[in-house]
């Protein structure tokens, strides 16, 4: 009968005896399917030496009543079925991830999408579940951006208005002039033009301001906040 290894399954604590082909290999475990490691088997011990020939005419002595028989093998029917349902694990060369032991996919990855551990820097990411965005936190998450873009059409009417009607809105003011200018309208105390140029830079800050605001939730940060599931 073949030789045997007298594993114990980490996960089951079921005890196993493997092939001795098997020794140094991985085995799944026919109860729990987890995986066994087989030791290397030692080598056998020498044999003691030859007990001298006894005087012709003598006869061995019989083993005594009761005496353990360390020759005799014993085998486990039960233990000897397990076994042929056992497989052994064949390994390959595949780079496998250092925390979960998966294989990498693709084989460069620096992240292993099974536990999300890092292999460049050292560290598992955390996961979490999270539930799904609805539709009224989308809007109530992208009104900013949108407002920010109505601000910015507002702006470039008033502008547009400013240079238009700034004149028109001095006249009959404090600020006009009795003295007639050279188109035979009245003069104003102070150019409609400083106060479109100063609308203008009103304007130009706002605008700024506004762009960046709907450019960073609009396309860098549109995704709604992440709520954590209970």
């Not at 486990?76 to 996919?105: F, K, W, Y």
């Not at 140029?197 to 706002?206: C, L, P, Q, R, Y």
């Amino acid at each position: 009968m073949a030789d045997t290894i007298d594993v114990s399954c980490p996960d089951c604590k079921k005890k196993l005896k493997v092939p001795s082909q098997h020794a140094g290999k991985r085995v799944k475990c026919p109860d729990c399917k987890g995986v066994v490691s087989v030791p290397v088997k030692p080598a056998p011990a020498t044999k003691p030496a030859a007990p001298p020939p006894e005087e012709s005419g003598s006869k061995p002595a019989a083993p005594q009543a009761g005496s353990p028989d360390k020759y005799k093998v014993t085998w486990d029917d039960e233990t000897d079925n397990d076994n042929a349902a056992m497989g052994v694990i064949h390994e390959d060369d595949s780079p496998r991830c250092p925390h979960c032991a998966q294989l990498l996919e693709p084989p460069e990855a620096i992240i292993c999408i099974h536990c999300g551990f890092n292999n460049r820097s050292r560290v598992k990411v955390e996961t979490k579940k999270v539930h799904e965005p609805e539709a009224g936190e989308w809007v109530a998450h992208l009104a900013p951006g949108v407002i920010a873009i109505i601000m910015i059409v507002v702006f470039l009417v008033l502008d547009v208005m400013c240079l238009v009607n700034m004149r028109y809105w001095m006249e009959g003011g404090m600020l006009e002039s009795d003295d007639d200018g050279f188109d035979g309208r009245k003069k104003m105390y102070v150019s409609p033009g400083l106060f479109v140029t100063m609308a203008f830079f009103v304007s130009i800050v706002g605008i700024y301001v506004f762009i960046r605001m709907g450019y960073r939730r609009l396309f860098v940060n549109y995704l709604p906040p992440e709520v954590a599931m209970k």
